[in-house]
T-cell receptor, first 114, second 114 residues
Framework: DADVTQTPRNRITKTGKRIMLECSQT?????MYWYRQDPGLGLRLIYY???????NKGEISDGYSVSRQAQAKFSLSLESAIPNQTALYFC?????????????FGPGTRLTVL | AQTVTQSQPEMSVQEAETVTLSCTYD???????LFWYKQPPSRQMILVIR??????QNATENRFSVNFQKAAKSFSLKISDSQLGDAAMYFC???????????FGQGTILTVHP
């Protein structure tokens, strides 16, 4: 079984709808992240959480919100989806120890906003 | 702040040949690391190789090696004996060792010709 899972894998929605993307992990990591990938822009950080009570904005948080329901679960919400939020979304986890902080990615969610 | 630039949107190589992907970066972090992730058509993000900036010796992982030039802020990836399975999008990036936020480049699409 995959260590980091994302649901749904693909989603098509309409402008103005509320969407939630879910991420679960079985790696036991404290740190979790949400990124979006756009062609020609690479991956950009939306939100990150270092533990259940610690949530921080990334470089492109406008239009998004997150919830860390438990150590293993980190959800990303689009309160009112718009077409320029069409992208590939990744969840990642890491377990910072000393100077090592390798991030492990989920399989991604392809979101299309019409 | 960190920036990462991959100046080659696309590269191609013949099977069994060697190819080098370029990456330059800038960071305000004094303690950081660099990495290359591979994204095949399955869209899974797979860590290829990482290098702590304080280490002078270039990292190697089987057929993958890096040429890290700290003063020039350059971090290129060399793939030797290229295989069809190496065909993918490759992302260069950097992260600070004191926190988990990563900055990615725009990506380079590598095509491997049989």
């Amino acid at each position: 079984d995959a260590d980091v899972t994302q649901t749904p894998r693909n989603r098509i929605t309409k402008t103005g709808k509320r969407i939630m993307l879910e991420c679960s992990q079985t790696k036991g990591h404290d740190r979790m992240y949400w990124y979006r990938q756009d062609p020609g822009l690479g991956l950009r950080l939306i939100y990150y959480s270092f533990d259940v009570k610690d949530i921080n904005k990334g470089e492109i948080s406008d239009g998004y919100s997150v919830s860390r329901q438990a150590q293993a679960k980190f959800s990303l919400s689009l309160e009112s989806a718009i077409p320029n939020q069409t992208a590939l979304y990744f969840c990642a986890t890491s377990d910072f120890q000393g100077s090592t902080d390798t991030q492990y990615f989920g399989p991604g969610t392809r979101l299309t906003v019409l | 702040a960190q920036t990462v630039t991959q100046s080659q949107p696309e590269m191609s190589v013949q099977e069994a040949e060697t190819v080098t992907l370029s990456c330059t970066y800038d960071t305000s972090e004094s303690d950081y690391y660099l990495f290359w992730y591979k994204q095949p058509p399955s869209r899974q993000m797979i860590l290829v190789i990482r290098q702590e900036a304080y280490k002078q010796q270039n990292a190697t992982e089987n057929r993958f090696s890096v040429n890290f030039q700290k003063a020039a802020k350059s971090f290129s990836l060399k793939i030797s004996d290229s295989q069809l399975g190496d065909a993918a999008m490759y992302f260069c990036g950097t992260g600070g060792t004191s926190y988990g936020k990563l900055t990615f480049g725009q990506g380079t699409i590598l095509t491997v010709h049989p």
